[in-house]
């Protein structure tokens, strides 16, 4: 079923998680284990990372430096076909522009199509990947606006080659990002609301945000978003503090702001209760959200589900 469909007929608060693939060589039995914890809250969906190549420099053994590239974290197609097809939940796989020619996007859709997965997140994706050359008669999507029409054209039988008439459409239901404290390349959270208004005039048909931890940034960006006339469900995307070290890594690497009174009880307390001062956060969030009436929730678990289990034993839904 799509993401709207599950929002359309749910009938209580929503809870969807997004996971990371394990790393290359990695043991998957982790993943396996996080997807075990997170099942019993009965998702409607599961989204899955997905990371492009990478360059990485090593040293040969002669003294030397290479360049190499890599992907550190593939399987993203096989496991969403594993939640899909084993466990009955659907499976939004993320759909990058950075690190892929729109040739290698139709294909993966292509893939998707097959596994009878109709969801998928399209989002640009960090622009520190590697760049690979664009052979000739091929190109690439440098926006997720771009992604997402390419994405649509494929609903509508469009693909890349224009000789493919009889060509059968797909039928996905589109998810895309927001940001309540603006994308950080943004020059302010105006301009950044209508670059999504330019998405989903695309055809996105709903949104998932960033991760926050002050209701009133989501609140707020809820309302710039209706004034500027985007009408499709907007998801509020939280994750749950759990150490000291977050406390920095967090707003370095996302861009967002961490409340002063989170950020005090954290730093004074000690590192064994950091993880319990975040999930009461979370919780008060949670909380107050449901209380407005937002009917879906999004956990960031990455890999990580224990902080989960805490809160849904405080949170009892």
Not at 46 to 64: F, K, L, Q, R
Not at 103 to 110: G, Q, S, Y
Not at 138 to 167: C, M, V
Not at 201 to 218: L, P, R
């Amino acid at each position: 079923m799509k993401v709207i469909e599950h929002l359309e007929k749910s009938s209580r608060p929503l809870i969807s998680f997004e996971i990371i693939p394990p790393k290359r060589g990695g043991n998957v039995k982790q993943f396996l284990n996080v997807l075990d914890d997170i099942v019993k809250y009965n998702p409607p969906f599961i989204d899955i990372t997905s990371h492009a190549a990478e360059v990485i420099y090593e040293e040969t053994p002669n003294g030397g430096i290479q360049m190499k590239t890599k992907r550190k974290r593939p399987g993203t197609l096989g496991l969403c076909a594993l939640i899909q097809n084993k466990y009955n939940i659907d499976a939004v796989p993320h759909v990058l522009c950075s690190g892929f020619t729109r040739e290698e996007t139709e294909d993966f859709l292509i893939e998707l199509h097959y596994l009878g997965i109709e969801n998928v997140l399209a989002v640009r994706g960090d622009t520190n990947t590697y760049k690979k050359p664009i052979k000739f008669g091929r190109s690439a999507n440098h926006y997720a606006f771009e992604l997402i029409n390419q994405i649509s054209s494929l609903n509508k039988g469009k693909y890349l080659e224009d000789s493919l008439l009889d060509a059968e459409p797909m039928n996905f239901c589109i998810g895309t990002s927001g940001y309540p404290e603006k994308h950080f390349e943004a020059p302010n959270l105006i301009t950044d609301i209508r670059y999504t208004k330019a998405k989903v005039d695309a055809g996105a048909s709903y949104i998932v945000t960033q991760m926050f931890y002050s209701n009133k940034s989501f609140f707020d960006y809820v309302d710039l978003c209706r004034k500027e006339g985007i009408n499709v469900p907007i998801i509020p995307g939280l994750k749950i503090v759990t150490s000291k070290a977050q406390i920095r890594s967090i707003p370095k690497n996302f861009y967002i702001d961490i409340p002063s009174e989170l950020a005090e009880e954290i730093e004074s307390s000690k590192p064994e209760h950091a993880m319990e001062i975040g999930v009461n956060w979370t919780l008060k969030q949670v909380e107050e959200l449901l209380n407005k009436n937002i009917v879906s929730l999004h956990f960031y678990v990455m890999q990580n589900s224990q902080p989960i289990k805490l809160l849904m034993q405080k949170l009892k839904l």
